[in-house]
């Protein structure tokens, strides 16, 4: 049974500091290419970061230099480091696995509300 459970979201003042992860079981973890998204309330989900099981990366242009994205393949966990939040951060944070050689394996986390207020 494949699980991704993520953890770390929470209420945060703009500026602040937040860790996101997202623990697997259930899969080959080293071989997938791990993703975090957001959803913000009335719009879509877009691709935040990403990483590869190569260790390539990319992010959205709009929390490049203010967000990290990482993998520790022998925890089976991807991590979100998320600095200088703002605002317009405020999301349900979803954690994505994806198998590169076949499409159908593809898997959803539950999502981690992030909350960016004063």
């Known amino acids: 049974q494949v699980q991704l459970v993520e953890s770390g979201g929470g209420l945060v003042q703009p500026g602040g500091s937040l860790r996101l992860s997202c623990a697997t079981s259930?899969?080959?973890?080293?071989?997938?290419?791990m993703s975090w998204y957001r959803q913000a309330p009335g719009k879509q989900r877009e691709l935040v970061a990403a990483?590869?099981?190569?260790?390539?990366?990319n992010y959205a242009d709009s929390v490049k230099g203010r967000f990290t994205i990482s993998r520790d393949n022998a925890k089976n966990t991807v991590y979100l480091q998320m600095n200088s939040l703002k605002p317009e951060d405020t999301a349900v944070y979803y954690c994505?696995?994806?198998?590169?050689?076949?499409?159908?394996?593809?898997?959803w986390g539950q999502g981690t509300q992030v909350t960016v207020s004063s």
């Open positions: 994505n696995a994806n198998h590169p050689g076949n499409l159908l394996l593809n898997y």
């Open positions: 990483i590869t099981s190569a260790g390539s990366i």
């Open positions: 259930g899969i080959g973890f080293s071989i997938y290419s």
